[in-house]
C-alpha cells in the first residue's frame, strides 16, 4: 500500500500517492480555514496543554465543514485512507487530525490489517488522547475485531515504553462488549498497574469500567481478586457504576 515500516519504533512512513487525497487534501485546507476563530482557537490550544496550534473549529461546525469537504467523493481503498491520514498529520493545526480520525473511522471496513503499522505511527506520534483514544477504540479496535489474529500485536503493543501505544492497547476493546477477550482485558490490566503515568491508570480503570456494562460480576471479582495491585485512580473508575 506504499507505507513503509523499519521496525515498530522510529518508523519511516510516506504517504502512498493517490488522487483521492490530492483532492481531499486540496479541499479540506481550502475549506477548514474558512471556519476559523483565532480567539477560539487560543482557548483550545490552552485547553489542550498547548500541544498544537488549532483553527478554532468547535466539532458541529467542523464536521459540517468535513461534509462540504467530502461531498461526491469516491469510496476510498486502505492506500488512499493511508494517504489522508499520514498526509493530515503533516499540518499543524490539530483540527487535521480530526478530520482524519473521523474519515478512518467512517471507512473503518476498508482496512485491513495491514493498515496496523500505519495506525500505529499515527498513534505514537505528537499524542494526546484527544487523537489516541479514538484511534485506540474505533481504529485499532475494529482492526482486531476484523482480525483476531492482530491480538498478538496488542501483547506487544502493552508492553511498549511509549505511554499512548501502552494505553491503546488497554482501551482497543472499549467497544468490543461480548466479544471482548476478557482474560486479555484483565492481564493487560495487571500488567500495567504499576504504570506511573496518570493516561494509562485512567486507561485501565475505563477500559474496566465500560466491560462493566457488559458484566459488572467479572469486574468486581477482577478488582476484589487484584485491587490491591492496581492505582486507587483505577479502582474508582472502574467501580464507578456498579460500587464495589
Same mark, same amino acid.
Given at each position: ?17 493517490? !488522487? &483521492? $487525497?490530492?483532492? @481531499?487534501?486540496?479541499? =479540506?485546507? +481550502?475549506?477548514? /480555514? ?99 483514544? !479514538? &484511534? $485506540?477504540?474505533? @481504529?485499532?479496535?475494529? =482492526?482486531? +475485531?476484523?482480525? /483476531? ?96
Amino acid at each position: 500500500m506504499g507505507v513503509t515500516a523499519s521496525g515498530t519504533s522510529g518508523a519511516r512512513f510516506e504517504a502512498p500517492d493517490s !488522487a &483521492l $487525497a490530492d483532492t @481531499v487534501l486540496e479541499r =479540506l485546507t +481550502a475549506v477548514y /480555514p474558512t471556519g476559523a476563530d483565532a480567539r477560539r482557537a487560543t482557548s483550545m490550544r490552552a485547553y489542550m496543554k498547548d500541544i498544537a496550534p488549532f483553527l478554532g473549529l468547535a466539532t458541529p461546525e467542523r464536521r459540517a465543514l468535513s461534509r462540504t469537504v467530502l461531498l461526491g467523493t469516491a469510496r476510498p481503498a486502505e492506500s488512499d485512507c493511508a494517504a489522508i491520514a499520514l498526509r493530515c498529520w503533516e499540518l499543524p493545526e490539530r483540527e487535521y487530525r480530526y478530520f482524519a480520525v473521523d474519515y478512518l473511522r467512517r471507512h473503518v471496513r476498508c482496512l485491513s490489517s495491514g493498515f496496523l503499522p500505519t495506525a500505529r505511527r499515527l498513534v505514537a506520534t505528537d499524542p494526546w488522547w484527544d487523537t489516541v483514544d !479514538a &484511534l $485506540a477504540a474505533h @481504529v485499532v479496535g475494529g =482492526l482486531v +475485531a476484523a482480525d /483476531p489474529k492482530l491480538r498478538a500485536d496488542m501483547d506487544v503493543w502493552i508492553e511498549d515504553d511509549d505511554l499512548w501505544v501502552a494505553r491503546t492497547a488497554l482501551l482497543h476493546q472499549l467497544r468490543h462488549k461480548d466479544a471482548t477477550d476478557t482474560g486479555r482485558l484483565f492481564a493487560y490490566c495487571v500488567r500495567r498497574s504499576d504504570h506511573p503515568d496518570f493516561f494509562v491508570r485512567k486507561a485501565i480503570g475505563w477500559c474496566l469500567r465500560e466491560y462493566a456494562k457488559t458484566d459488572p460480576r467479572a469486574v468486581r471479582d477482577f478488582v476484589a481478586a487484584e485491587g490491591e495491585r492496581l492505582a486507587p485512580l483505577s479502582v474508582r473508575e472502574a467501580l464507578k457504576n456498579i460500587g464495589p
